[in-house]
C-alpha cells in the first residue's frame, strides 16, 4: 500500500472515530482528556475512555491484519529524550486544554476560536523545530 493511502485511510479512520464519539456520545475525541478520565473514578465514563483506548492501541493489530505486516516505526531518540518529550507533551496538553487531536480534529471541525489558536500554535512550532533542525543546523 502506498504511503499516500495509509495516510488518506488513517485519516478517514480517525475522522470516523472523532465523529462517532462526537454524535453518539456528544464527547470530545481529545486523547489527552480521555487519558486522564480514565482515572477519575466516574465508572461507566472510565469504561467507555479505557474501551476508546483500547481500540487506539489496536490499530497496529489491525494494519497487520490488513497488510499482513507490521507498520514502520523508527524512532531515532533515546529513551530519556522520549520520557521528558512525554512530559512536556503532557504539560502542554494541560496548559493548552487539550492535545492535538482534541484542537486540531474536533475543535477545528467545530469552529472553536481556540483551538483554531491552539493548532496555529501546534503547526508553527513543529515548522520552526524541523527549520531549526533541517536548516539551521540546530539540534
Known sequence: MSWY?????????IGLSASTLLLLN??????????????SGDAPSALSNVLFV??????PMIYLAATGSWP?????ASVPVLII??????FGS?????????????????????????????MAAG???VALMRFG???
Request: charged share 10%; proline share 0%.
Open 54 to 59: 483500547l481500540g487506539l492501541l489496536a490499530g
Open 137 to 139: 543546523g540546530v539540534l
Open 127 to 129: 515548522i520552526v523545530t
Open 94 to 122: 494541560r496548559m493548552g486544554s487539550g492535545c492535538t487531536s482534541g484542537h486540531g480534529v474536533i475543535g477545528i471541525a467545530r469552529l472553536s476560536r481556540r483551538s483554531f489558536a491552539a493548532t496555529a500554535t501546534f
Open 72 to 76: 514502520e516505526v523508527r524512532i531515532a
Open 85 to 90: 518529550a512525554g512530559l512536556l507533551v503532557g
Open 26 to 39: 456528544g464527547r470530545i475525541a481529545g486523547i489527552s482528556g480521555i487519558a486522564a478520565q480514565m482515572f
Open 5 to 13: 493511502l495509509q495516510a488518506l485511510a488513517g485519516g478517514v479512520l
